[in-house]
């Protein structure tokens, strides 16, 4: 949430950061927000608004300047306005700062020391620039911050620079990511590696509660006792194509179709002929343990929902599947010998490192499943795997599901009897998928005809029904009509009284077991009214049904039977005139809890 970008060098600070923050854009667009140096007036100025970076980007086009600070913000404490969007001002101005995060006692710090201080925003994040300009009155400015930082509770990624001292950028985070790049030109300090593309040539992964002190060209690391700690650098290795949309209109439309490639890249990575190469201890942890215990937020919950099907049907072993910001507070009774799996695309989410961190308290076995495989969750946890989706743009997640599902399924099927050959099965899943999204102009025009009501359901039975958890999550989060996700046989049960005429009720059957019934559901809520759509495999459609699949290998139907979904949404929110990429208040990357 909120990303943050900084430079000090040779070039361009300003068109550094604007770039840099409209690749970080998925991470929060209600307001943005830079301070640069100005040479001939000897100061920074400060350029903020409500709204997308690309206004930024606009007001300050003729801005040129050596070092500044950027941000691009999802709000957390305070409205969406001008005044509270960052950079924020310590109470003469000397110091600018901007934030990733939340300081969770900051009412208290304002309360113990800054009680004569007025404050022009309703941010959190203002008190932190007040304090560090209280204490640089009696001490270096170095000492300043890490006394300041001592104080705060909560998460945070900071950039500070001091009107006094142009020459430097000061850095410091717990909890949300910073990462700082260098190359012979300068250093650039940001939320995600996606900005160090094309500016950076190798970069240092900030540890929590480390504090970095940037000059051109130097860069020294501390701890909060002020010690000198090394850095460790890594190749930046992205590729900057793919945050672009090439000939989409959106990325969310980019993403969808890239999946029948992400599939393939997964059995490629993890295949060497025939043999997989995930860690035989990671193998070995989770065959001796009683029982799995899968924590994730959001879709990645939903792609958690799936793996419990793959871990039971596969390699009979149980599974319970948890909300990460519920269990990191309200643990249940554990097996004594639990494996733990979190999922999650960012490998940032703060409801999950909350997780982690309990877990790591008891010496709990973890595996990370995630996108970004240098992220906090990656690196806390005993074991990671890599999903191989490739940067994901859009908000709503497509690919990075798919993939999780995909990741899953693989070790599920090296902890089974391997009764089927997963690489061929996986490659026909990819295959139907792209066979699904060759002419999807059927799927736009029922979507035109049939969402137009307030209200819509998806319902299904088993692992139809964590798809449809999901699938209805797709269709709010980007159109906004309300979709709720419902086991086909609990409709009955109180649900089926908010049915009336012309609610959409979409059903997913890919189990032969419980075809049947499900149709059976769906004539129950035709007698009252609703429109029902049918996604279907092959061998079990039947007469008027109206997205047909191929048929796959039973087990791995979910990655093929959720696509028509996220077609449905991205029609309904393009239908609707929305913004499909970056819908209204959400953010990808949720660094808070
Ligand atoms: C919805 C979506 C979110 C995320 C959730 C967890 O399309 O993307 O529900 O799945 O915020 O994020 P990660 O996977 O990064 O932990």
Redesign the pocket.
Known sequence: MCGIVGYIGRSNAREIIVTGLERLEYRGYDSAGLTVFNDKKNTFDIFKDIGRVSILKETTKQVLSRVGIGHTRWATHGKVTALNAHPHTSSSGRFIIVHNGVIENFQQLKDQYLKLASFKSDTDTEVVAHLIEGFASYMTVENAILTTLKLLHGSYALLIVDQQDPDTIYAAKNKPPLLVGVSEDGVTITSDVLALAGVSKNYHVMEDKTFVVAKKDEVKLYNYDHEALELNWQKVNVDVTQTEKGNFDHFMLKEINEQPGVIRRIISEYFTGYKSNIDSRLLKTIKESERIYIL??????HAGLIGKYFFEKLAGKPVEVHIASEFAYHMPLLVSKPFFIL???????AD?RACLLKLKQFKYQTLTVTNVITSTLAREADFKLEIFAGPEIA???TK?YIAQMAVLALIAYELSAKLFDIKMELAKVAQAIENFLFDPTPIKALVEKVFIKEHAFYIGRGMDYALALEGA??LK?ISYIHTEGFAAGELKHGTIALIEEGTPVVAIISEEEMNMNTRSNLHEVKSRGAVSIIITMDSLKQKGDDIILDDVYPILAPLLMIVPTQMIAYFAALDRGYDIDKPRNLA???TVE
């Open positions: 994730a937020a959001g879709t990645s919950m999922i999650s695309q960012s490998g940032e989410t999950l908000v709503a997640s990075a999550l797709k989060e990808k990357s949720v």
